[in-house]
């Protein structure tokens, strides 16, 4: 441990760099292969309802992919700044940089990257996350962060979500990211059950499923949405505020939501409405649904056995 600046510094090990969510790509990568896979299939069906099953899987792929996914994303709410500020305690030196702070359903993630990134002999690029999903202590994960020594406003931004900082954000973010977190899950296994009963003779049922799944989705969108009538401390970086807005986890999901009661109100309109040209857009073909939805073809049995004994051929005719 040498002297930097005149200071003992904090950092006995080497800095952390940025890094990236590897849930989210995990999550991104495994719908992305069913995806590859559907399209790998799609030259085996035959004529129109190529098409069909082409908007059909792909469109409930990136449904279930965006309803996972943000549960992993950290840009619920996204607040940014580029300041002038003290880089370490017990130090008069400043820095230049760039300041993001990142919310998601189950933690924050603090980035502060250098501008330029090598400055004071060092390499100015962190990506530090403190969670406070089930199982883990956001006070705990603080406290090693002061162990370590992390810039000061890092710990600066991070101490304003301890459970001790008066103003209140870890109370209003962790309860909102939980109901939230457990609507979207909600919204996951009932998009999970669309999907079989738009398989099924059933698309009635399917369509209502949809529209749980886009209800819920929206019901998460609300949950978070609750923290903007609390009013929140301000946050100051030397002469630059941090101010918040919606990130694209918030909209997309908002879209998801939308989209997913527009599909499930269109398949229960045209139950109703047009259940055959729903049945086609379903299956992808006319022939299929075009006589049962009459009700009037004819089912014929032939009795094979009576011609092998010289017997007249027996027809069994029926109307379904």
Known sequence: ???????????????????????????ILVFLTLAASFL?????????????????????????????????SAEWSVGRANTNTSYKAFSSARVRAHVGLHVGLEGINITLTGTPVQQLNETIDYNEQFTW???????????????????????????KFTPSSPCGFYRQYRLAGHFASAALW?????????????????????GLALLATGAFAIFAVL??????????????????????HYGAAFWVTLATGILCLL????????????????????DGSVKNFGNQARGGSPLSLNNLYYKQFGASDATISTNL
């Open 186 to 206: 909600v919204a996951f296994c009932l998009w999970l059950l669309s999907n079989a009963l738009l398989s099924m003779p059933v698309p009635l049922y399917g």
């Open 133 to 159: 999903r089930l199982g883990e202590d956001y006070a705990e994960e603080y406290a090693e962060a002061l162990e370590k020594g992390l810039p000061d406003p890092v710990l600066y931004l991070a101490e």
């Open 263 to 282: 599909l499930g109100g269109a398949v229960v309109g045209l139950h109703y409405a047009k259940p055959s040209a729903l049945r086609i857009f379903l």
């Open 223 to 244: 949950s978070f949405v609750s923290i903007a009538s609390v009013p929140l401390c301000p946050l100051h970086l030397g002469s630059s505020a941090i101010t918040s």
């Open 1 to 27: 441990m040498t002297l930097w600046d005149g200071e003992l510094p904090f950092y006995p090990q080497p800095r952390h760099a940025a890094g990236f969510n590897v849930p989210l790509l995990i999550v």
């Open 40 to 72: 790998l299939i799609l030259p085996g069906i035959r004529g129109h309802s190529r098409w069909f099953w082409l908007v059909r899987v792909l469109l409930s792929l990136f449904i279930g992919a965006e309803i996972v996914a943000v549960h992993f």
